[in-house]
Nanobody, 123 residues
Framework: VQLQASGGGLVQAGGCLRL?????????????MGWFRQAPGKEREFVAA????????YYADSVKGRFAIARDNAKNAVYLQMNSLKAEDTAVYYC?????????????????WGQGTLVTVSS
């Protein structure tokens, strides 16, 4: 399984970015996907997830209403639209493949991880 995250960059507070994660080596439509982030000096934290089949979405409270996760099974891709960005959203963002057990909100429930893409929000 390979995951390639892209779309990070430098943006001013209040701006927006769209992250993409391209997946290969798996039957993408049969897996749930998640986005996590890790800020400097902090632990990795859950951002958003989307389930397989019916695409139910899950969000951290800190991003609810500002971020949106979506998937395109035809392209084997998952996206994270990030709006109204804040300085505290600065982090390396990772996409990951969820296993079929466990909580969507815990990183222990995810088996495969991409390399991450850096998002920097200037205030």
């Amino acid at each position: 399984v390979q995951l390639q995250a892209s779309g990070g960059g430098l943006v001013q507070a209040g701006g927006c970015l769209r992250l993409s994660c391209a997946a290969s080596g798996l039957t993408f439509s049969s897996v749930s996907m998640g986005w996590f982030r890790q800020a400097p000096g902090k632990e990795r934290e859950f951002v958003a997830a989307i389930s397989r089949i019916v695409s139910i979405t899950y969000y951290a409270d800190s991003v609810k209403g500002r971020f949106a996760i979506a998937r395109d099974n035809a392209k084997n891709a998952v996206y994270l639209q990030m709006n109204s960005l804040k300085a505290e959203d600065t982090a390396v963002y990772y996409c990951a493949v969820k296993d079929n057990r466990g909580s969507y909100y815990r990183d222990e429930s995810y088996d495969n991880w991409g390399q991450g893409t850096l998002v920097t929000v200037s205030s």
